[in-house]
Nanobody, 114 residues
């Protein structure tokens, strides 16, 4: 049974940092490219970062490039998103997604506010 469980969200002030994690199980994690998406209130879910199965290739959407870093630890079956210089417009529910299985996690809330 495929499971993706996000954690690490919370309330942070503008300019602050957070690191999200996504624990994967039920599939061969090191064979799946993985992505982070986010969905703000009243908006569609948007893709923000992608990492290849090996971790050698990464790409980012324009709103987060230079501020967010996607990474993975295949030995721990875990995906990460390091978020720096957070802005109020980064407030959203953040989801991880497995390209190989098509599964989504349930998300973790990130709120950027003073």
């Amino acid at each position: 049974q495929v499971q993706l469980v996000e954690s690490g969200g919370g309330l942070v002030q503008p300019g602050g940092s957070l690191t999200l994690s996504c624990a994967a199980s039920g599939f061969t994690f090191n064979r799946s490219a993985m992505s982070w998406f986010r969905q703000a209130p009243g908006k569609e879910r948007e893709w923000i970062a992608l990492i290849s199965s090996s971790g050698d290739s990464k790409s980012y959407s324009d709103p987060v490039v230079g501020r967010f870093t996607i990474s993975r630890d295949n030995a721990k079956n875990t995906l990460y998103l390091q978020m720096n210089s957070l802005k109020p417009e980064d407030t959203a529910v953040y989801y991880c997604h497995s390209q190989m299985t098509g599964y989504w996690g349930k998300g973790t809330q990130v709120t950027v506010s003073s």
